[in-house]
């Protein structure tokens, strides 16, 4: 006996899109079946999907909960918990959130993970997975060299920042030495390191010049946070993994620049990965100009037509890997508090609408194949964050995630229809999708776009880099 099966939809399964029933047990995917073969009878719950889509449960692999905004440091406002996250992105079809466990001096790597996961357990409807981050210009030797012993416990991916952001806010600089000597220990551990690439002294000294010229409006951004800032950085951090022989995953690519620095690192065989935000490739530096500009903003920051344009065909053409949201949810008022490049808060909403977003701007807009929508908003960042085959993938042996889509519709993007703040800087949108229904490790967690789970069973995945992934651009 099962205990669910998904019959008759449209199944996207590692080798393409068919009709197919899907069984699942304790949790698993253990059939899958030419459409019509599973019956009620075969199992204690059945959902039928005709007429529907079902893609592998989203997997969004940078979010940030819970963490103090720097540029309201002062006042200790935190962006939402992954409460209120997780439940977004389950309505929304996500099933995996990977959020950032910060080391603190004076705690130990497993200390560091044992703290942020303890915010997790408990609190989340989606499984999720935890970033080892560093925000400190050295990073002790002691730490390094825990670094192998997390990485065997599951803790597979870890983050550096290469500049300061801002200059008003806290440091989390990572000198290059030290990327150096996190990169060395990363790599031999078969993990993956993640990098905000943006080049800290073109970034701090536009800063300098914009302010004295008195040019700190919020729709100068892409002047302080620009595209040779990406490329300067993107090429130094690229080099130096290929010096040491380390998979990078570049984070937020904004920029033409940035797309051409991994276009040509993939060329020569290293295993380098981008992420891009869909607001990166649907909005411009322009709308930094429309009333409440500032729900648009992430950090680096929105460029210019011609750097939107270029996302989605290095999307399509596998340049870039992954559709992540660095989400930071807030409310508005917080979201809108900083008015000018030096205190504007990064990050936004959008973990809700990531899936139905992406579906329409590739499968709707651009006639993508189902499967590339499923290798951007799932399998990828499930291979390149150590967690595939068992999330990211409808095959049997794999967790039962599933988002189960209605397609072909138009649906007006408001606030009010979703769960995640007062605001969605995607207000007005016309979406092509739906989620309809959020199946976790078997159990129906969203039907018919209600939470339909009383209490958050979300668990710390356990993640572990293929060599494949870990040695050449694998997705
Ligand atoms: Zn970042
Ligand atoms: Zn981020």
Redesign the pocket.
């Known amino acids: 006996m099962l205990d669910l099966i998904v019959r008759n939809g449209t199944v996207v399964t590692p080798s393409g899109a068919e009709h197919l029933d899907i069984g699942i047990r304790d949790g698993k995917i253990v059939q899958l079946r030419e459409a019509g073969t599973l019956t009620e009878a075969d199992a204690h719950r059945s959902y039928d999907a005709t007429g529907l889509v079902v893609v592998p449960g989203g997997i969004d692999p940078?979010v940030h909960t819970n963490s103090v905004l720097p540029t309201a440091a002062e006042s200790g406002i935190r962006c939402f918990g992954p409460d209120r996250v997780s439940e977004a992105a389950a309505y929304g079809g996500t099933t995996t959130l990977i959020d950032f466990a910060e080391w603190k001096p004076g705690e130990s790597l497993e200390e560091t993970f044992e703290r942020k996961s303890k915010e997790w357990a408990g609190y989340s409807y989606t499984d999720f997975a935890l970033h080892g981050t560093f925000k400190h210009a050295e990073i002790p030797f002691e730490i390094l060299d825990q670094v192998p012993d997390a990485v065997a416990e599951g803790h597979g991916s870890y983050?550096v920042?290469m500049t300061n952001?801002t200059p008003t806010r806290p440091k989390q600089i990572t000198d290059i030495g030290h990327i150096w000597g996190l990169m060395e220990k990363t790599a031999a551990a078969g993990a993956m390191l993640c990098v905000?690439g943006e080049d800290d002294d073109i970034v701090m000294y536009a800063y300098k010049r914009l302010q004295r010229e008195g040019r700190t409006a919020l729709h100068h951004m892409h002047e302080a946070h620009n595209s040779l800032s990406e490329q300067l950085s993107f090429q130094r951090v690229i080099s130096l993994a290929r010096h040491v022989g380390a998979p990078i995953y570049l984070?937020?690519v904004s920029a033409v620049e940035g797309i051409e620095a991994i276009r040509e690192a993939r060329g020569r065989g290293q295993a380098v990965y981008g992420e891009t935000l869909p607001h990166y490739a649907y909005y411009t530096a322009e709308d930094y100009k429309q009333p409440n500009g500032a729900i648009y903003h992430?950090?680096?920051s929105l460029k210019g037509a011609e750097d939107r344009d270029q996302m989605w065909p290095a999307l399509i053409g596998g340049v870039l890997s992954t559709v992540a949201t660095?989400g930071v949810c807030t409310d508005l008022d917080v979201k809108t508090r900083g008015k000018t490049i030096l205190d504007a808060t990064?990050g936004h909403a959008g973990v809700e609408v990531r899936m139905a977003v992406a579906y329409t701007e590739s499968v709707h807009r651009r006639g993508l194949s189902l499967e590339r929508f499923v290798e951007m908003t799932s399998s990828n960042a499930a291979r390149i964050m150590g967690l595939y085959p068992r999330k990211g993938a409808i095959a049997v042996g794999s967790d039962a995630d599933l988002a189960i889509l209605e397609t072909g519709i138009q649906r007006t993007l408001t606030f009010s229809d979703l769960h995640e703040a007062d605001y969605t800087p995607w207000e007005g949108y016309e979406a092509a999708a739906r989620n309809r229904a959020t199946v976790l490790r078997g159990e129906l967690i969203v039907d018919d776009g209600q939470i339909v789970k009383a209490t958050p069973g979300g668990r710390l995945l356990k993640q572990k880099l293929s060599a494949d992934v870990a040695s050449r651009p694998a997705c």
């Open positions: 940078h983050k920042w952001t905000h984070m937020h992430t950090y680096p660095d990064g």
